[in-house]
C-alpha cells in the first residue's frame, strides 16, 4: 500500500535526502506561495464578508493549500538517495546451519523453510543485481556455495561472532549489505554492543529474515536449575527448578533430579497455565565427596515438539573437608547433652566443648591434642580461627574478656565464621548481652530486662522464609514438613529474644500462652560470616519424648550446623562464575587468598592446576586483580568438553598459603536445545540498529530492491521525482472536491 501511494518504497524515504531538481531558491518558493495566498484570501473576504468569513477561512485555507503544493511541484522536488551499483556490490548472504534449525513445524523444518525461500526467488534476485557470497553459519562462520550443504547439526550458533567476521572482510571487499536467515538464537549471548558499533560505522544495512515459531505449542521448557556450587558431604541439598510450559496446562508431570541414571529425588506436579514461570524446591542428599554431576529433568510429555529443553546439568562440588565447631556451655543441661549427641552422629562435622563445670574448671571434649583449649575459651586468634563455627550456649556476657569478645567480631566478619546463640537463664538479655559489645553480632536486641527466659510450654511453627528454607526440613514435602514442626513435643522453655536487626530473617517463631508468638529461630548476615539466635534451651525434648526411631532432633541439629559451617571459608577460596559452560570455551579462573590473619594477601604466586577428560592437564598462573585486593583472575580454554577438577595452588615465599579445590563441566549443543522459539525481537533489534529491516519469509520478493539502497560498497547518487507521485493527485483532488462540495452545500459554486 505505501508504494501504491508514494511509488518508491519507505526506504527512500528513510534513507534519502530532499531537493529540488530546478535549483531556485526555496524562499522563492516560501515568497511566491504567500503572495498567492495574499491574493486569494483578498478575493474571497472582499466577496465574503458579511457574516461569512468562517466559510471564507475555510475556503481559503483549501486553496491556499492547494497553490503551495502545485507550486512546490513547479520546483521539481525529488529524493537524492545512494543506491549499489549493479554487480559491483557483494552481498553475503548468513545461513543459520545450527540444531535449532532442524526442529520441524507443522511438517515442516526450519531449515527447509529456509531453502524454500532460497529457491523461491530470493537467490535469483539477489544475484541479478549483486555478486552474492553464502555463508553457513555455526560454531564458525564458513563458505559455502550454496546452501545445499546445510545439515542443521552445528552444536552452536554464533550470531554475533559471524557478523564480527564479515565486518573485518569488509575492509577489503564491497560489501553492500547482510542478509541473515535464522530463528534468531545466539548461544553465545547475543550480538554484542562492540559488533553493532562496527555494522554501523561501515553503514552495512543487515537484512534479517526469520524462521520459526515466536511461542511454541506444545512444549515443556527449563528455565533455570539452581543447586549449590559445593557442599559438605552427607548434606542436604536444595534444587530450584524454574520452568514453563505451553499446551499442557492442568496436566501432571515429574521432576526428577539424577546422578548418572540413579534418581536422587523425585516429585509429580500439576502444571501451571501456559506461559507462566512455574517454580518447584526438591531436596536430595549430596552423598560422598567430590563433584557430583546432577541431572534434572522433567519427564517428557507425549506430544511435545521440543524435547531437548527438558534437562540440565548442575555441578556440586562435594568437599571433603571436616569443619570444627566450638560448643561452649556454661553449666551442664539436658540441651548439650543431646546437642552433642546429635552432632555426633554428623561425620561430616567434628564438635569440640567445653563445659564449665564448677566456676573455674572447664572439661573439655573432642579436642586434637592434649594442650589444646587448656586455658578455656580461645584468646587468640590461631585458636579461634582454627574453628569454623562457634556455639554459644548458657554463658554469660561478661564470661568473655574485651580480647574474646573482638576475636569473635574478627571471626564472624573477617574469618566468615557462623555463630550461634542459644537460649538459657544466664544467656541473651539475661546474661547481659543487651550492655555488652557482643550486641553488634546478635541478628536481635536483646534488651536489658533480665526476666526474658520463661519455663514455660511453647509449641514452634515456621515461617514462610522457614518453610522455604532447606534447612527447616524435616520432611521432604513442604506441605507435611509444616505439618511435622507444629506436631513437634513442646518446648520446655522459651526466651524473649528482643527487637529484631533490619537485616534480620525468622525461620521459626514459638508460639506461647501468656506471651503469643515470639521469634525463636532468628538469623542474618555479618561481614563474610553469619549469626543465629536459638532462643531456647528445650529441644532435647524433641529426642526424649518421642519414640527412637523418630530422627527430628537429629535432622535439625545437623542441618543447624551445617548452616553453621558450610559457608565458611579457607584461606584460598576457588569460584567459578557458574558451573557449567555451555557452548563456551573461554573459562573465568578466579581465587580469594588470605594470611593467617584473613587478610587479603597481594603478594601470594597462585596456580590453577586443571586436569579433565582424555588427560588433559594444565597449569594457569592467575594474576592479582587491580581493583580487589587478595582476589586472583585468569582465563583457561577448554577444547574438550566434560567436567573438569580445578586445584587452586597458592605459596608466598615459598610456604603454602593453602590450597581449595572447584569443578565446572563444559557442554556442546546444549543451548541449541533451549529457547527453541524464534527471537524474533533479536532479529528486529540487529536490523533496525544497523538501518536494515526484518522480513517474515513471504515477503522477501522485495528485499532485493530494498538492498539497492545502501550506503555501504560502490555506490551511486541518483533523484527519484516526486512530482509524479499518486499520494500528490489525490491529495489535489481530494483539495478541490471538497472546495466543490462545499460551494454546493453553501449554494456559492
Do not use: C
Not at 468562517?54 to 511541484?73: C, D, E, G, H, R
Not at 573485518?168 to 564491497?174: D, I, K, Q, T
Not at 591434642?369 to 582454627?386: I, W
Amino acid at each position: 500500500m505505501f508504494e501504491l501511494l508514494f511509488k518508491y518504497p519507505l526506504t527512500v524515504y528513510q534513507k534519502g535526502s530532499l531537493v529540488l531538481q530546478t535549483g531556485w531558491s526555496v524562499w522563492w518558493w516560501v515568497a511566491a506561495t504567500l503572495l498567492a495566498m495574499a491574493v486569494v484570501g483578498w478575493l474571497l473576504f472582499s466577496k465574503w464578508n458579511n457574516g461569512k468569513r468562517t466559510k471564507a477561512i475555510v475556503l481559503w485555507t483549501l486553496q491556499s493549500t492547494m497553490i503551495a503544493i502545485v507550486l512546490l511541484l513547479l520546483w521539481q522536488p525529488g529524493m537524492s538517495i545512494a543506491t549499489l551499483k549493479p554487480q559491483q556490490n557483494i552481498v553475503a548472504v548468513l545461513l543459520d546451519d545450527s540444531k535449532s534449525m532442524g526442529l520441524a513445524e507443522d511438517g515442516t523444518t526450519r531449515r527447509e523453510a529456509m531453502i524454500k525461500t532460497l529457491e523461491g526467488g530470493l537467490a535469483d534476485g539477489l544475484k541479478k543485481k549483486f555478486q552474492v557470497r553464502f555463508y553457513k553459519m555455526g560454531a564458525r562462520l564458513e563458505r559455502t556455495a550454496d546452501w545445499k550443504g546445510l545439515t542443521a547439526q552445528a552444536p552452536v550458533s554464533r550470531l554475533s561472532d559471524g557478523l564480527a567476521q564479515i565486518a573485518a572482510e569488509s575492509a577489503s571487499l564491497p560489501i553492500g549489505a547482510l542478509v541473515v536467515m535464522s530463528d534468531g538464537g545466539d548461544t553465545a549471548g547475543g550480538v554484542d554492543r562492540q559488533t553493532l558499533a562496527t555494522l554501523r560505522s561501515r553503514r552495512f544495512p543487515v537484512h534479517t529474515i526469520g524462521y520459526g515459531r515466536e511461542k511454541a505449542e506444545r512444549d515443556i521448557a527449563l528455565q533455570d536449575v539452581q543447586t549449590p556450587a559445593r557442599a559438605l558431604a552427607d548434606s542436604r541439598l536444595g534444587v530450584m527448578v524454574s520452568f514453563q510450559q505451553r499446551g499442557f496446562a492442568g496436566q501432571k508431570a515429574k521432576i526428577v533430579v539424577s546422578e548418572n541414571g540413579k534418581t536422587l529425588t523425585a516429585r509429580d506436579v500439576t502444571l501451571a497455565a501456559d506461559g507462566a514461570a512455574q517454580v518447584e524446591n526438591l531436596l536430595f542428599n549430596a552423598g560422598n565427596a567430590g563433584p557430583k554431576t546432577v541431572q534434572v529433568s522433567v519427564q517428557t510429555l507425549n506430544g511435545e515438539t521440543n524435547t531437548g529443553n527438558n534437562s540440565l546439568t548442575r555441578l556440586v562440588q562435594v568437599d571433603s573437608r571436616k569443619p570444627r565447631i566450638l560448643y561452649i556451655e556454661g553449666e551442664p543441661r539436658w540441651e548439650f547433652k543431646f546437642i552433642r549427641r546429635a552432632l555426633e552422629e554428623d561425620r561430616s562435622i567434628h564438635l569440640v566443648t567445653l563445659l564449665r563445670t564448677t566456676q573455674n574448671k572447664i572439661y573439655r571434649q573432642g579436642i586434637n591434642t592434649p594442650t589444646e583449649l587448656e586455658g578455656g575459651f580461645p584468646s587468640t586468634l590461631d585458636e579461634l580461627f582454627a574453628f569454623e563455627g562457634v556455639i554459644i550456649g548458657d554463658v554469660e556476657a561478661n564470661y568473655f574478656t574485651p580480647t574474646q569478645v573482638e576475636l569473635l567480631q574478627q571471626f564472624v566478619d573477617r574469618r566468615g565464621g557462623g555463630l550461634l546463640f542459644l537460649g538459657g537463664r544466664t544467656t541473651l538479655a539475661d546474661g547481659g548481652y543487651g550492655a555488652s559489645p557482643l550486641v553488634e553480632l546478635l541478628p536481635v536486641n536483646p534488651g536489658e530486662r533480665r526476666t526474658t527466659f520463661q519455663r514455660d510450654r511453647a509449641t514452634v511453627e515456621l515461617t514462610t522464609a522457614g518453610r522455604e528454607s532447606i534447612y527447616a526440613r524435616l520432611e521432604e514435602d513442604p506441605a507435611k514438613n509444616v505439618e511435622r514442626w507444629k506436631k513437634l513435643p513442646y518446648l520446655a522453655d522459651f526466651q524473649a529474644a528482643g527487637t529484631l536487626k533490619p537485616g534480620a530473617v525468622v525461620l521459626a517463631e514459638a508460639v506461647t500462652e501468656k506471651k503469643g508468638r515470639l521469634p525463636l529461630w532468628i538469623i542474618q548476615n555479618y561481614g563474610r560470616g553469619r549469626t543465629a539466635v536459638l532462643a531456647t534451651s528445650g529441644t532435647w525434648r524433641w529426642q526424649m519424648t518421642q519414640p527412637l526411631e523418630d530422627k527430628s532432633h537429629e535432622v535439625f541439629w545437623q542441618q543447624l550446623s551445617r548452616w553453621l559451617v558450610g559457608a565458611t571459608p579457607g584461606r584460598v577460596v576457588a569460584a567459578m562464575t557458574r558451573t557449567v559452560f555451555s557452548d563456551e570455551r573461554t573459562i573465568p579462573l578466579r581465587a580469594e587468598v588470605r594470611n593467617r590473619q584473613y587478610l587479603p594477601l597481594n603478594d601470594a604466586t597462585v596456580e590453577a592446576r586443571i586436569s579433565g577428560p582424555g588427560g588433559v592437564a594444565a597449569t594457569v598462573v592467575l594474576q592479582p586483580d587491580p581493583v580487589s585486593p587478595g582476589v586472583f583472575l585468569g582465563e583457561w580454554g577448554a577444547e574438550k568438553p566434560g567436567s573438569y577438577l580445578v586445584e587452586m595452588y597458592a605459596t608466598r615465599a615459598g610456604e603454602e598459603v593453602g590450597r581449595d579445590t572447584v569443578s565446572f563441566r563444559r557442554e556442546d549443543g546444549v543451548s541449541e536445545a533451549f529457547h527453541s522459539e524464534q527471537d524474533k525481537e533479536t532479529l528486529e533489534r540487529l536490523s533496525t540498529q544497523t538501518g536494515g529491516r526484518y522480513w517474515k519469509p513471504d515477503e522477501v520478493r522485495k528485499l532485493p530492491e530494498e538492498i539497492t539502497y545502501s550506503e555501504a560498497g560502490i555506490t551511486t547518487r541518483e533523484v527519484k521525482d516526486l512530482w509524479n507521485i499518486p499520494i500528490v493527485f489525490l491529495v489535489l483532488a481530494l483539495l478541490r472536491g471538497s472546495e466543490w462540495m462545499l460551494r454546493r452545500k453553501w449554494g456559492a459554486v
